[in-house]
């Protein structure tokens, strides 16, 4: 990251949201089905200027042990008062502030973002250019949901294709795996195709899921629990397809080992999950040094999130296809303009503008906004 030396920043204001969009259709996982999407947008404000981020906790604690309530909790009670109370001059600055706190990196990544698209407006520069990013267009893929039915999985992926989206993942879990895997790739034999099983299985479940390495899959992703790197270590040595991690990776360290017993051979970095931005900067230098291609995960941003996501994945290690589809897919309406949408070859632009690069609309996020609290100094 080349920042420019800057001013001390102090933090004046900041203000919490729980927003709740309803999804163009349900989103189901090996952990649960979500109909709508809930999140946290948070406004920083200093010298005249509004940061946003998005903090992507969600309703229950499916995908992470962090929710809505607890982000919301851990925010009012010590992330926001201890950067009211300090200062800060790039972003990193915000992991010293709360170096006393452990834990919950959803709710540190959300104020980060905000901080970062302050520090960019201020700066007039945008996200990307503060990442140190190179990309212009981002490869893109979308990832479906578990359908009701084998026949209705194939009608969806159908459908991504015909809209333009080069890269499918599907995801798997017990009772909705090998089958459904065989009759996508019997009907798209030569797609680029991955599948993910978010922790849904156990080390018992290794035949099975040695079976997926006759689908010429792109990878698996994280079949095994988040603590579990050892049983996919194990795993990738019994199979050809790369195995991907995502919940597993909870910072720089955690990737480093993964490589170092050789539990993966792909990264899906998220930013949310790996406490923000600086720490999924740090995780994919360290993967572009050991070889190891990554690709940004998606948690169904808003517009806010996801532009975000866009200038991380312009950085030149994200050499797969990313989970960052188009606005149109996840929302009949965002939060912030101009809306994402798809070029012809699978890509989508990366903002250019200052901070984020995106307007937040206050009309419509006033709609979705079912709490709101303002902190001050
Ligand atoms: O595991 O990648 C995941 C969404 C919510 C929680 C976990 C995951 C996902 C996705 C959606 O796969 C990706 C997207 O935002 O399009
Ligand atoms: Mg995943």
């Given at each position: 990251m080349e920042n420019q030396p800057l001013d001390?920043?102090?933090?004046?204001?900041?203000e919490l949201r729980h927003v709740r969009m309803r999804l163009k259709a349900p989103f189901r996982t090996s952990f649960g089905i979500e109909h709508d999407r809930d999140c946290i947008i948070i406004r920083t404000h200093a010298a005249g200027i509004d940061g946003w981020g998005e903090c992507v906790a969600g309703e229950f604690p499916g995908y992470s042990y962090e929710t809505v309530g607890t982000a919301w909790s851990i925010l009012s009670e010590f992330f926001n008062p201890a950067v009211l109370a300090g200062s800060l001059r790039e972003p990193g600055d915000l992991a010293t502030l709360l170096k006393a706190y452990k834990g919950h990196p959803l709710a540190r990544a959300g104020l980060e973002m905000s901080i970062w698209d302050l520090i960019g407006k201020q700066q007039a520069r945008s996200l990307r250019a503060l990442l140190g990013g190179e990309k212009d267009r981002i490869s893109v893929g979308v990832s479906i949901g578990i359908q009701p039915t084998i026949a209705e999985m194939i009608q969806r992926v159908g459908e991504y294709l015909e809209l333009g989206y080069s890269r499918i993942k599907i995801k798997i879990g017990p009772g909705n795996d090998l089958p459904v895997v065989a009759a996508v790739r019997q009907a798209f034999p030569e797609i680029l195709l991955q599948v993910d099983a978010n922790a849904a299985y156990s080390i018992e479940d290794a035949d099975r899921l040695g079976k997926l390495d006759a689908f010429q899959l792109q990878l698996v992703e994280q079949p095994f629990a988040e603590d579990d790197l050892l049983d996919h270590a194990r795993y990738q040595a019994s199979i050809t397809t790369p195995?991907?991690?995502?919940?597993?990776?909870?910072?720089?360290?955690?990737?480093?080992?993964?490589?170092?017993?050789?539990?993966?051979?792909?990264?899906?970095i998220k930013p949310g999950r790996v406490g923000g931005l600086t720490e999924a900067v740090a995780i994919h230098d360290l993967c572009l040094k050991a070889g190891v291609p990554v690709w940004c995960g998606g948690m169904l941003e808003t517009g806010i999130g996801r532009a975000a996501n866009l200038a991380l994945a312009s950085l030149p290690g994200f050499t797969m296809h990313s989970d960052i589809s188009a606005s149109a897919r996840y929302y009949p309406q965002d939060i912030a303009s101009p809306l994402f949408e798809l070029n012809p070859d699978s890509t989508i632009n990366v903002p250019q503008g200052e901070g984020l690069g995106v307007e937040v609309d206050m009309d419509a996020l006033d709609g979705f906004t079912i709490r709101r609290e303002i902190f001050s100094a």
């Open positions: 001390e920043l102090q933090i004046e204001m900041i195995v991907c991690l995502d919940e597993s990776i909870g910072n720089r360290r955690h990737a480093r080992q993964a490589l170092e017993i050789d539990a993966c051979r792909v990264i899906n």
